[in-house]
């Protein structure tokens, strides 16, 4: 017996008040499946116009089985549309659009969301400043690597790129200069000259402090913790203040350092081999220069010219004292006892960390290696340590001594050494 129209009807809202809801739909589940609709979409596009109706078609029937199986059809932009079969091949269409023609809402929805996620934590200062940190060492290290790449060649080809990495780095270090600066802006701080430095340098205490750098009138006075944080601010922000003032200059100064040891070197047929800064170069450039004597390696290691170092300075305390005392020395009275005590913790930090090394450490490895060393600079004239062992080096000799470039502005860092070699072995 068939059924009435009116029957079918009831039938219907029957089904459709017993189907099973479908468990709410996360937003990680919807947009997976955003992006599987429109590969499925961009894939109906390819072959012959065959082809193409085919997999649309199976598409289409993939979809309806889909529906039929949950009950639940798929959610757009107008709501749930949900297909059910019924008597006689009817199909009902409840709340919402027609499954066909969704895609393109339902691609844009995709494209939305990610407009709408959650966006990252702001940087705080001090993640910015590390970072900003990292990013210079960064490109110290890509300097060093493209001025061991142009030492390469003929004269006239390594003066050649030693021109183009200089102009390089000086661009590269410009651009970052200049973001980095856009950065510290958020901070409150400008580098800009104009006249304005101490109401920047203001700004830049009380970012650090955590005070609020809006130009609003102060109506109530500063409590006192208010003022502890300023306070302890203070002496951070001017240093941030000075380097970014000094890394305006570092750029130029860098430069006219290097052009000037370079013309200095260039007549001797001598040029700068280039060492890694990282508080060792001064010993890891005698090391180079151990190995460039003995044609191989080198007797010792940067690590074992620090404890060799320390040791001989032990040895011999009196000779070294008042050099120490005199570039160490603050204001008070210091008891025996306690100047021992200070040079025995200055030699521990020689031989177990990375103090940079400078004249005193120099002059004690003269006497350990019995080597004259020679340290050229561009800021100074040069300078020869260990002479009375010239007779071992120099002219007349197979040995030419231990050669060193000292470097004032270089990456900003204070002190660094190089070392130097003939052209000819680069």
């Known amino acids: 017996m068939e059924l009435t129209e009116e029957l079918q009807e009831n039938q219907f809202e029957e089904i459709l008040e017993n189907m099973p809801q479908k468990k709410q739909e996360t937003r990680d589940e919807m947009l997976s499946r955003h992006r599987k609709e429109i590969a499925m979409k961009k894939a109906t596009t390819k072959g012959s116009k065959a082809e193409q109706k085919a997999k649309k078609k199976k598409i289409e029937e993939e979809r309806s089985s889909k529906v039929l199986k949950s009950g639940c059809g798929r959610r757009n932009g107008g709501g749930d549309a949900v297909a059910v079969a019924g008597c006689k091949g009817h199909s009902v269409t409840v709340a919402g659009s027609q499954m066909e023609g969704t895609e393109e809402p339902q691609e844009k929805q995709s494209e939305e969301i990610p407009e709408n996620m959650p966006q990252k934590n702001q940087e705080t200062r001090d993640e910015m400043l590390s970072r900003h940190r990292k990013e210079i060492s960064q490109l110290q290290d890509k300097e060093i690597a493209l001025k061991k790449a142009a030492a390469k060649g003929s004269k006239a080809e390594q003066k050649a790129k030693k021109k183009q990495v200089e102009e390089e780095v000086s661009q590269l270090s410009a651009n970052l200069k200049e973001r980095h600066a856009e950065e510290l802006a958020s901070l409150g701080y400008s580098s800009s000259n104009d006249g304005n430095n101490k109401g920047n340098l203001d700004n830049l ?7 609020s750098v809006t130009n609003q009138a102060e109506h109530s006075k500063p409590s006192k ?77 940067y690590q074992e010219l620090r404890e060799m170092v320390a040791a001989y300075m032990r040895k011999h305390a009196s000779d070294f004292l008042p050099f120490f005392l005199s570039e160490n020395m603050t204001d008070g009275e210091y008891s025996d006892n306690s100047l021992t005590q200070r040079f025995e913790d200055y030699c521990r930090e020689v031989e177990s960390t990375a103090a940079w090394g400078g004249q005193l450490e120099l002059g004690a490895l003269t006497h350990c290696l019995k080597q004259c060393i020679k340290i050229f600079s561009g800021s100074f004239p040069d ?30 860092l204070g002190e660094h050494y190089n070392s130097v070699v003939p052209s000819l072995t680069q």
């Open 205 to 211: 205490v009380k970012a650090i402090a955590g005070v």
């Open 225 to 301: 913790s208010v003022k502890r944080r300023e306070k302890r601010a203070q002496q951070e922000a001017a240093r941030e203040q000075k380097i970014q003032e000094e890394q305006s200059n570092i750029v130029s100064d860098r430069i006219i350092e290097n052009k000037k040891l370079e013309k200095k070197l260039e007549p001797l047929g001598l040029t700068i081999n280039e060492i890694k800064p990282d508080g060792h170069c001064m010993y890891r450039a005698v090391e180079d220069q151990l190995a460039l004597l003995s044609g191989g390696s080198s007797p010792y290691t």
């Open 383 to 412: 300078v020869e340590m260990g002479k009375e062992y010239k007779s071992n080096s120099g002219a007349g000799s197979s040995n030419p001594g231990i050669m060193l470039s000292y470097h004032r502005h270089a990456f900003g």
